[in-house]
């Protein structure tokens, strides 16, 4: 993919959003699939410049631009399987101190997210970002998001293989394929080196991919367990087993397929049942699975699918250091708490994988940026962002713990307990989020201080500490709530007139066995009584559980009458007048309300895709206009004619998906489906009647010998705004007829007329 010329393109559609000319429901999708979001900005009154996080933020008043949003939003960069070297840290960390508040966000898809972002300064984020390798293409809206990996994947001691190679070649091959432009919501896709760990989570992904090895006439040959239809949200749904055993060479197509199964099937008008887990429900495993089959075997031939695998065998990471053992032990109390909790044993003697703690996810710029040399120090390029909102430096020689724990100790990095109760897990919650409730982020921060407190004064219960809390702002588990031993996600309640903060308890989630457990809803508690509430519950887990015993099984064998006689015991509200501490949130200064909660851009609006490419059509457009002004007369002859073939093509895609970019093929597939049908010359489409219109395309295609003039050039700028203009109004008047024939199919009447034929 170009990514200079995708960036030129949004720059472009900015500018064009500026000037009143792409309605916002299309410039909204563009946008979010570039990453770039709208988001929550202190119910819409603060102004002073300064950040939930206590930092300032660019404003347009001190860059002096006009803006397209209100206020600054959030931009999502993509990080395939987390993958990350050293100098893109140090730009990670510039672009963070030059456009946002000097803060970067580990996300649970192993993203990093900006907020307080402009939307005039993504273009030149965007460049800085893709210099060094980064994308933030598809990192939101109807498409195919980061693909997430095991963040030890290749130095685990229990994987099957590395799957590092695999998840870079399915991230790289779905992005921006024609194939995942067109689905009603998001697809998301993890691989996983083992079943038993919790690095892949592959349960909750539309798609997911446990790497498994077998035997065949003596040969060792690779493959992967597919499972199918797994996610989160407020329903959560377990993935179904797709395929136990699928060879190397066809994951590429089998998602292929998937995707245009679902984008062709998949549900686009009722966003809460648009996701492929309720296609794969609607549909049943087995007819779903046979439709993925016989969609693979019409696929087009794409030497993508296995190129890559040539380089698998050789593809391995280069330690910076050679291994030493390590000979300074027990000299240091605070080095050795650190060690029992953030240091992994890699299967490669001598080595070792240190993880970073980072609350709440957030790392600083400085802090990024020394981390970053600290990097090229120890592991040179060696470093992966977790599910779990940490960063992870691989292949460290054990001889070199100390020193690294010297230097992490300056970037105030050396923060234990990674994976543990004090290693709380939140989204953004009411901070930033459009759709947050109540403030996870604000909760988390309170109960990763109390643990961390209560762990150095030895106050935790060897037991208590492996429990994993995660919380989300509202029901859609950003923060992956059901996973949870104990998980909470935002609610509020009415008590006397006035908007409470709660949080809904979920108990008895599976982090390992790649999510294989969802925790069970109880009850909510207000926000302000969690970890009173977390307290009581943990000391009851202490008391009464059996030798050995997991919480989860705990959870299990007591039942829901106990658990919820537990929630009970602390859900009531006293008036206001008694006591008002309850009336607020977390460490949030305002007034708690949910009167500023809006519509989420977790996918943004369903798009048809020819709306996208006929906004691509009049950009090309609107750029054979600016070389025509620079005099550059032969390319901007050339780029109106593309812009009138990107239009055609988008059309004749509403008939036959795969064209393919000849464009012989199209205006050959437009003259026969549209023009000689005289569908396009219709009177029905007033003053774009189209077929004169028609005939710019297809006499300007046919002008082989064209002779390239200034004038020629100027009639053919105007006659290709005229052409997609008609293509606009026949792809308006076709999806009237349409939903005129749904309502008359729908109310039981016989459709009739125009409507039949493009039904």
Known sequence: MDLAREIDLYEGQIELKKQGKIEDKLFGEARLRRGAYGQRYDNGQRHDGISHRGLPFPTAATKGTETVWDAPGMQRIKIPFGGLNAQQMDVLADVAEEYSDAICHITTRQDVQLHYVHIEDTPDLMRRLAAVGITTREACGNTVRNVTACSIAGVCRCEAFDTTPYAKAMAY????????????????????????????????????????????????????????????????????????????????????????VFARLGEKRNRGRARLKFLVEKLGLEEFRRLVLEERKILPRDPRWTDYLKDVERYHETPAKPSSPLSQVGINPAFEAWRATNVYQQRQAGYVVVTITLPLGDITSWQLRQLADVARRFVGDNIRTTVEQNLILRWVSEADLPALFAELERLDLA??????????????????????????????????????????????????????????????????HHLADIGFYGVSRKVGGATVPHFRVLMGGEWENNGATYGLTIGAVPSKRIPEFIDHVTQRYVSGRQPGERFKDFVGRIGKKALKEMVDAFSAVPPYAVDRTLYSDWRDPREFTISDITTGECAGEVVPQIEFDLQAAEQRNFEAQIHLEQNDIETADRAAHQSMLIAAKGLVRTELWDLGDDPDRIVAEFKKRFYDTQLFQSPEAGQYAGGKFALFLLNRHADHDRVYTPEKARHLVEEAQLFIEAVYAYYQRMSEQQAKARAQAKSGGKVTGPAEAVA
């Open 173 to 260: 091959h779905l992005l921006g394929h024609p194939d995942t432009q067109d689905m009603g919501r998001k697809f998301k896709v993890a691989f996983s080196g083992c079943k038993s760990s919790s690095c892949g989570l592959t349960n909750i992904h539309d798609l997911g991919f446990i790497a498994k090895t077998w035997q065949s006439n003596g040969i060792t040959h690779r493959g992967f367990q597919v499972t199918i239809g797994g996610g989160l949200g407020a329903v959560p749904y377990d993935a179904q087993l797709f395929d136990a055993t699928v060879p190397e060479e066809e994951i590429l197509p089998l998602a292929q397929a998937a995707c245009r």
């Open 415 to 480: 923060l234990g307990g990674a994976g543990k109760i004090e290693d709380v897990v939140s989204c953004p919650g009411t901070d930033t989020c459009k759709l947050g409730i109540a403030a996870s982020r604000g909760l988390a921060a309170e109960l990763h201080e109390q643990f961390v407190e209560r762990q150095k004064n030895g106050a935790i219960d060897p037991a208590v500490r492996d429990l994993h809390i995660k919380m989300s702002g509202c029901f859609n588990s950003c923060g992956q």
